[in-house]
């Protein structure tokens, strides 16, 4: 419990209304069933997380810059969550106040004429696509979905998303930033910095973007981020499409200019090759390996189910491993055709099959609208309760598609003895990103049941494999590197010492909670 001196300093601060510490309430934070075993992988909290002392709602960033000064006079610990979506938003331990910025929920501004929004932590992505198709633009959303907020990804986590191929990922499209710093002062990164508008994140003004997020973002540890400026990127279709009905049964009538493929290719190597030649041709809107095993567990988890028990259909679905989804967005007939002419001609020089989907009835509008939203992961959950990923470092595509292959085999002696639920297997996510750069990631999937004794250790013992493969042969620093640089950070220039110094010069007091950030002292 906070000190009451403390806590009346809160309540007074930004009303009462907006200060709990309700335990009912309290315990909805800690819950966290997704994610919730990384990093201290101790059986007793899965799924919960160590519950906040109290929460707080801050509705503008002067009230962020009023709390964390609270929290400096009485020494209390912070720590920051836009919108929640996995475990890495809650404390990592007792004596922490969780600052939920879900007031703070507003386009502040689509500028259409340098495509860029400025946003604040709340705004989730379907919020903003809606908004920015209007005016012939959308954001990038990453994999994890529309429900998620784009200021945390593009601060403080992750960033990929299903169509990097196009619309890059989030580390390199967050321009101005306003930030809230340990000690309550306010940084404004890039343009703002210097008041010249919010169109850059490396000046005028400082440029502290490998500092502020890196590769992962340091998850909340340190300070809060309260506004950023997102690039937008160009969306040819000229009109609102007309959608009916939610997930599932949504319904359009696919716009002309959209196509959307499957590209079945005959090896790990034909498929490695065809996303070069795709990214040298600069084609495309969204390429990303999305397997048959994602697909069913995402859309017919029942399916899966039954075909699990079924060896021959089991074997001839892994005759198609090696795929991935593909769309076009064009900005007319003429580019349509130019773009699909040469992802034919490339889909047949790597010897592979390719199968238009936009063409089927039905699905075909909910795939494509699902794809473009990003709003179909939540539905990953249906088939075995939980699901993680790991490996997954963002490297040339040659030896992102090498992770996907080795975390596969490490995976297949695990869902072999049970430890994991059945997924095909080779059951990576990921892309190209910014087109010819063609560097990418792949993540592996594994789906497990997180009331599962069995099956939850079999995660748990899964990423500690994988972990331990990527540092031996190495593999780069992936998404399970989070809170993990001291294992990681000899592999990658030391970033862990780096990391270090930045969190105590930016934070003397070690107020911003920075269990999946790097802890002050080595572990
Ligand atoms: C099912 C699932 C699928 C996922 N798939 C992907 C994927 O495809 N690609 C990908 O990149 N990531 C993925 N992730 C991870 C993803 O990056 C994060 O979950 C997402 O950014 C966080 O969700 P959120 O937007 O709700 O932010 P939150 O959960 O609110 O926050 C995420 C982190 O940022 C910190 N943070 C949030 N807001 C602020 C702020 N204003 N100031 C300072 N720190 C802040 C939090 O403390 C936390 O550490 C996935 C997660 C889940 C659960």
Redo the contacts with the bound molecule.
Sequence with gaps: MLQRDAYKELEDTIGPENVSEEQALLDGYAWQP??SSSPKEKLDIWLWRPRPEAVVLPGSTEDVQAILKVCNRYKIKF????????A??SPGTEGVIQ?D?RRMNKILEINEENMYALIE?YV?GAQLQAEAMKKGLTPHI????A???????S????????TGISTS??GRNVLGVEWVMPNGDILKLGAPGSNAGWFCGDGPGPSLRGIMRGMF??????????KCAVKLFHWPVPHEVHVEGLLLDTMIKIPENIKFYFCFLPSFERFADAAYKIGEAEIGYMLVKQTIGSTLATMAPHLLRAIAQNQSIKAALNAFEHIFMFMIAANSKRDLEYQEKALKKIISETEGVLITISDMPTTASMALWGSIRSSL??L??RYSSS?A?TLGSLVAWDNAVLQSKAGSEIKKQFVERGELFEDLVDNP??GIYEGSTCFGHQ?EIAFFDAHDLKTHKGWVEFEKTCVQAAVDTPMGVG?SALGKGDIFGPLAGNYHIWQRKVKKAFDKEDLA?ST?YITPEEK
């Design positions: 997704s994610f720590k920051a969550m836009s919108t929640g979506w996995g890495w938003n600052i910025l932590p989730v990453i994999g994890a979905g429900n998620t907020s784009v200021l945390a990804s601060t403080s986590m992750g960033g990929y998303g299903g990922m989030s973002g340091a998850a909340g540890g340190l300070g809060v981020f309260t992961t939540p990953a959950f699901f990923t996510w990921g993540e998404i909670d999946y």
